[in-house]
């Protein structure tokens, strides 16, 4: 079921000891481009997100797909002997993740200073809610939370109703994402400018999604405007926003630039709004969207859902049906494109999870093992890697150290 080892990352050696979400996901994205990564988890009680649901009886469902392609030793790095293994460890890896609260590691005689003594080369990839500096530092963070300092949360919802925080773990996984991207950003650095040493990249949690808000920096700062939550795409394009077909379905309908609006114009057959200065240009139709919407919502009641896809995708206007994950699981477009596959898992036979993305013409990522279990390569790595006897493994079991 699984493919061999390749894609653009094989032979990256990298260790995770990172927890939940954000971090872990970085770490599963360079793994399924072929990074090898061992993820280092505390004995007997492993990452916590083996305990986090949705679950099929005991089992957690979310661990399948994000702990895919790496290998699991355990490791209580807090004891004196759990220190020295970990050392050993990072003189084989070229990157380190982590996602400790700001001086954990340095607590334990682990910070990059001191590893640095082991593997001048190693990098240091850290993630944390607020940061490794400023006021918050120390804070606890989390995804919720770290969403709403982001200034996300206040722009999500109705203006009638209480802010609406994402209903899963956004900024986690954008934040992960701009975890892998740092840590081939600062290996490409190291390997392409023949540096010997290496360096620590972080970032705080709210700052991947407070990147993506650079319209409300700009605007408040030119305007003075503080930008009040809204349901869709408010201030942007006009038309934009939600709709409800004939048969009582939903798609989602935007105009982003002036093109698409007048390709719009011709598949409702008002190819008047064209020329009407009150809709030529999406400036103007945004200073009369109620009067833009009360056309397109009355204009698309007439369809069905199948219809008025069919009917906007020959006019080129961008228009998709709101997806539940049922029909994801049926649609063509999903299956020729692989975005979901199936794994095999040590208790359930098998379990779906998403395929790799993004796609490689000759060096394509893969999914080459399951989840693991925990301390499931202990012998392997700790063992065959380190040179640990069979009798020292059992010792350190047996004090808890693994």
Not at 112 to 131: A, D, Q, T
Not at 222 to 248: C, F, I, M, W
Not at 284 to 310: G, S
Request: hydrophobic content about 35%; glycine content about 10%.
């Amino acid at each position: 079921m699984f493919k061999q080892n390749y894609g653009p990352l094989t032979g990256v050696q990298i260790l995770d000891i990172s927890t939940m979400i954000a971090a872990p996901f970085g770490a599963t994205l360079l793994a399924d481009l072929g990074a090898e990564v061992t993820k280092v988890e505390l004995p007997g009680k492993g990452d916590t997100l083996r305990t986090v649901g949705p679950w099929k009886g005991t089992e957690p469902l979310r661990w399948p797909g994000l702990a895919r392609n790496k290998k699991s030793v355990t490791l209580d790095i807090r004891t004196d002997e759990g220190r020295e293994i970990f050392k050993k460890l990072i003189s084989q890896v070229d990157l380190l993740i982590e996602n400790f609260r700001p001086g954990t590691l340095e607590k334990w005689n682990l910070g990059y200073e001191e590893l640095k003594k082991v593997n001048p080369r190693l990098i240091m990839v850290r993630v944390s809610g607020y940061g490794q500096t400023g006021p918050y530092r120390e804070k606890a963070g989390f995804g919720t939370p770290g969403t709403a300092f982001s200034g996300h949360t206040a722009i999500q919802g109705y203006p009638d109703r209480p802010p609406v925080s994402p209903s899963y773990s956004l900024l986690d996984y954008i934040t992960g994402v701009y975890a892998a991207f740092a840590a081939v950003s600062a290996l490409y650095n190291r390997e392409a400018n023949g540096e010997s040493e290496g360096q620590v990249v972080e970032m705080g949690l709210y700052e991947s999604l407070f990147r993506m808000l650079e319209f409300l920096v700009a605007e408040y700062d030119q305007n003075g405007k503080v930008r009040e939550r809204s349901p869709g795409l408010a201030g942007h394009s006009s038309p934009a926003g939600t709709y409800e077909t004939k048969d009582g379905k939903f798609v989602v309908l935007v105009c982003s630039t002036d093109s698409t609006f007048n390709r719009l114009a011709e598949a409702m057959e008002r190819t008047d709004m064209l020329t009407d200065p009150r809709y030529h240009t999406n400036s103007e139709r945004l200073q009369n969207d109620h009067e833009v919407q009360e056309i397109v919502i009355n204009w698309i009641r007439q369809y069905t859902q199948k219809e008025l896809q069919e009917k906007l995708d020959l006019f080129g206007v961008p228009v998709s049906p709101i997806y539940t994950i049922e029909d994801i699981f049926n649609d063509p477009h999903y299956q020729a494109r692989e975005n979901i596959v199936e794994v095999e898992h040590p208790r359930l036979g098998t379990i779906k999870v998403p395929g790799v993305v993004p796609k490689f013409s000759s060096t394509p990522g893969a999914i080459r093992h399951r989840a693991p279990e925990l301390g499931e390569h202990n012998e392997e790595i700790l063992g065959g890697k380190l040179g640990l006897s069979a009798e020292e493994l059992a010792v350190l079991k047996e004090k808890g150290v693994i």
